[in-house]
């Protein structure tokens, strides 16, 4: 990876944690809609039926779809009730469109942020809600700070419904340890890259040595017949994985990021492999518009052409 480029992600991933800078977009009556028209290319719209038609769409389609009301960080406990209402009614209008799907969340959004407990009573109620529909909920995992809380409250969660889902960050040096004691719960495992930017001695930066580490972990869920949802867009660990055959498995699935490389994932499932797309809605989505254009600065040129010419961004377009 280039330097410049390098500087560019550790800007937007900086950005991106900047609470005054989210607060200052989310307030302004000239930033929010000029970088909303950059964001719609990731996010299917700011209320709930904006996913749910897009899911419809690409469930025709035969696409699995996860959907999540994007948001984090809440402190404020009447703002993270409504966050698992609104949670609440997203899992009872799929159930009434008996739409057997994953529904995907940060505890973080739903109470850890103010402490643990709340976040294990909310997950509990959700992942009974969901499970009465046949619904998976996938929990994300954030920043490392948050790590062993997340991971705690999962594995409560988790011994109760079997429809709880965790994701891993690869580049943390602490999930070597931490999957061998999650595949003995029946959760699938999510397995990311990880998207944050943490200290040089919790996380391995990106590098081909990241990819090998990423195989390694997919090969052990694999083998321990442990259902996986590779979310990757790399061309090389998908490549990869093709010749190893890992997409064969009935255990497996890929997941990418809804707009982003609709063309790749549209040439997997014309393979036959099981494939997944991540939706998101709501206004939070600063946060997460950053971290995708992080993950390829190429990224930013295509958010200046939405921003000039909103037009071009077509829904669903290549899937």
């Given at each position: 990876m280039k330097k410049a480029e390098e500087l560019v992600i550790k800007a937007l991933k900086s950005a991106a944690r900047d609470e005054q800078m989210k607060h200052a977009v989310q307030q302004s009556m000239e930033l929010y809609p000029l970088l909303w028209k950059a964001a719609k290319r990731?996010?299917?719209?700011?209320?709930?039926?904006?996913?749910?038609?897009?899911?419809?769409?690409?469930i025709a389609k035969d696409y699995q779809v996860s959907i999540e009301f994007i948001g984090e960080?809440?402190?404020?406990?009447?703002?993270?009730?409504?966050?698992?209402?609104?949670?609440?009614?997203?899992?009872?209008?799929m159930g009434a469109s008996s739409m057997k799907q994953t529904v995907s969340l940060d505890l973080s959004h739903i109470?850890?942020?103010?402490?643990?407990?709340?976040?294990?009573?909310?997950?509990?109620?959700?992942a009974r809600k969901a499970n009465q529909y046949e619904i998976t909920?996938?929990?994300?995992?954030?920043?490392?700070?948050?790590?062993?809380?997340?991971?705690d409250i999962y594995k409560k969660v988790a011994s109760q419904f079997?429809?709880?889902?965790?994701?891993?960050?690869?580049?943390?040096?602490?999930?070597?340890?931490?999957?061998?004691?999650?595949?003995?719960?029946?959760?699938k495992v999510r397995l990311v890259k990880g998207a944050f930017q943490e200290p040089i001695d919790v996380a391995l930066?990106?590098?081909?040595?990241?990819?090998?580490r990423y195989l390694l972990?997919?090969?052990?869920?694999?083998?321990?017949?442990?259902?996986?949802?590779?979310?990757?867009?790399?061309?090389?660990?998908i490549q990869e994985m093709e010749q190893r055959q890992y997409f064969n498995q009935s255990n497996v699935e890929i997941e990418m990021l809804y707009g982003i490389r609709p063309d790749l994932i549209h040439q997997l499932k014309a393979?036959?492999?099981?494939?997944?797309?991540?939706?998101?809605?709501?206004?939070?989505?600063?946060?997460?518009?950053c971290h995708r254009l992080a993950e390829y600065p190429e990224n930013l040129f295509l958010a200046i052409a939405d921003i000039i010419n909103p037009s071009i961004v077509t829904r669903s377009e290549g899937y």
């Open positions: 990731y996010v299917t719209g700011e209320k709930k039926k904006d996913a749910l038609q897009m899911a419809l769409k690409l960080n809440t402190t404020d406990l009447v703002e993270c009730q409504k966050v698992k209402d609104e949670f609440l009614q997203l899992i009872e209008r109470g850890l942020s103010i402490n643990a407990e709340l976040a294990y009573k909310h997950l509990v109620e959700l909920l996938m929990i994300s995992m954030e920043e490392s700070s948050k790590t062993s809380d997340i991971l079997s429809n709880v889902g965790i994701t891993l960050q690869v580049h943390l040096y602490r999930t070597e340890e931490d999957i061998q004691q999650l595949i003995q719960y029946p959760g930066q990106r590098s081909e040595a990241l990819n090998e972990f997919a090969e052990q869920l694999i083998n321990a017949n442990h259902p996986i949802s590779i979310a990757t867009h790399d061309d090389v660990l393979k036959g492999c099981r494939c997944k797309v991540y939706l998101t809605y709501g206004s939070e989505w600063y946060l997460y518009l």
